[in-house]
C-alpha cells in the first residue's frame, strides 16, 4: 500500500509561484514512476507532468511545458512540482499519483497510475 500526501496549494496571483510537494510511504519510492494531474472545476482531471523513477526522464503537458518542472527527492520519497508564471487557467486541484509497474512511455495515461493522493487546491487570481 502506498500513501501520497500533497501539498503546497494556495491562493497565488497571476504571474506567480508556488511549489507542491507530495510526501510518499509504504513502499520503494524510487522504483516509482510519479505523475501529477490536476482537475479543475466543470472538467475531466488531465495529465501535467510525469517523472521516470530515477528522475532522468520527465514529461509535461503542452500547456505547462516551459512553465512548471516536475522534480524527485528519491532520499525523501519526494516529488515535486515547481509551478512559474502561473495563469487562471492553472487553477484546479493537483494530485499526484504513483505508477508501482512503471515502463518507458505513456506516463501521460491516468490508467497507468496505481495510487492516487486526496489532492491539494491550487488557485491563480487574475
Known amino acids: 500500500q502506498v500513501q501520497l500526501v500533497e501539498s503546497g496549494g494556495g491562493l497565488v496571483q497571476a504571474g506567480g509561484s508556488l511549489r507542491l510537494s507530495c510526501a510518499a510511504s509504504?513502499?520503494?519510492?524510487?522504483?516509482?514512476?510519479m505523475g501529477w494531474f490536476r482537475q479543475a472545476p466543470g472538467k475531466e482531471r488531465e495529465f501535467v507532468a510525469a517523472?521516470?523513477?530515477?528522475?532522468?526522464?520527465?514529461y509535461y503537458a503542452d500547456s505547462v511545458k516551459g512553465r512548471f518542472t516536475i522534480s524527485r527527492d528519491n532520499t525523501k520519497n519526494t516529488v515535486y512540482l515547481q509551478m512559474n508564471s502561473q495563469k487562471p487557467e492553472d487553477t484546479a486541484v493537483y494530485y499526484c499519483?504513483?505508477?508501482?509497474?512503471?515502463?518507458?512511455?505513456?506516463?501521460?495515461?491516468?490508467?497507468?497510475?496505481?495510487?492516487w493522493g486526496q489532492g491539494t487546491q491550487v488557485t491563480v487570481s487574475s
Open positions: 499519483a504513483a505508477d508501482i509497474n512503471y515502463f518507458a512511455g505513456n506516463l501521460y495515461q491516468q490508467r497507468r497510475y496505481d495510487y
Open positions: 509504504g513502499r520503494t519510492f524510487r522504483r516509482d514512476a
Open positions: 517523472t521516470s523513477p530515477s528522475g532522468d526522464m520527465t
